[in-house]
């Protein structure tokens, strides 16, 4: 009997369909990669997955995130993101957390539930608060690092945060993990050398120095190699 996951069955065997099924996974970001992250893991098998973001769709994200659209613009990032997973595997179990995942929300997520969580937020301080859980929890985390600014997918790698160079939010990481004792964690990144952008026509959201520049190419492969090895290491274990 054909289903959505045939396809992905002929490589991975029943019992990895079974596994992936069976796996909770977290994505908290839904931009340029966290959105495309999310919908790769739910059309590669993932059972039960929690989404979080407090951003509404507008018309700058159409050129390169997965659920920006002339329909959804002006909609909750999280509910246009729900409609259209639930379209792609209406079996499956979503838990949407529109909120804005800082110290004042850190407490209404429990980590321990979760078998993997991919960090796709842009905040600094965010981000080094999702690690923190992470680790406290046991839980698997995979970071992205910085997207904007750059034109060429073949770059982006999973390595260590230690062996990264040439990204400023790398380098930004590396400084405040080591402040707080984290030596490891992994990421994706790329060591393409940014570009430098036109000033943009807007100002910065909150928390944000500057405005990045970015292109329908290299956010959504960052976000189709996280779910890769999210699932591929949810396969090996």
């Not at 992470?134 to 997207?147: E, H, K, N, S, V």
């Not at 790329?190 to 910065?204: A, H, I, N, R």
Request: with cysteine; proline share 5%; aromatic share 6%.
């Amino acid at each position: 009997m054909e289903t959505i996951f045939s396809r992905t069955r002929m490589l991975f065997g029943e019992d990895g369909m079974q596994r992936l099924a069976a796996a909770h996974v977290a994505v908290f970001g839904l931009g340029g990669v966290g959105g495309q992250a999310a919908e790769t893991l739910v059309r590669s098998g993932i059972g039960t997955l929690t989404i979080c973001d407090d951003d509404t769709v507008s018309v700058t994200n159409r050129n390169r995130q997965l659920f920006a659209t002339d329909q959804t613009t002006g909609q909750i990032k999280t509910h246009a993101a729900a409609e259209r997973l639930l379209s792609v595997n209406p079996a499956l179990q979503l838990h949407v957390r529109t909120c804005f995942f800082d110290r004042d929300t850190a407490d209404d997520f429990d980590f321990s539930a979760y078998d993997y969580v991919l960090d796709c937020i842009d905040t600094v301080s965010s981000k080094l608060l999702l690690i923190e859980r992470c680790r406290a929890a046991g839980t698997p985390l995979l970071a992205c690092l910085g997207t904007g600014n750059k034109t060429d997918p073949t770059r982006l790698r999973v390595d260590d945060i230690t062996k990264t160079s040439v990204c400023p939010l790398a380098r930004v990481m590396r400084q405040e993990c080591k402040k707080r004792g984290i030596s490891h964690y992994r990421v994706v990144w790329s060591d393409e050398v940014p570009l430098t952008p036109e000033s943009p026509d807007e100002e910065p959201a909150p928390g944000r120095r500057a405005i990045p520049a970015s292109t329908a190419f290299v956010p959504p492969a960052a976000g189709i190699l996280m779910a890769r090895t999210c699932v591929m290491d949810m396969l090996s274990t």
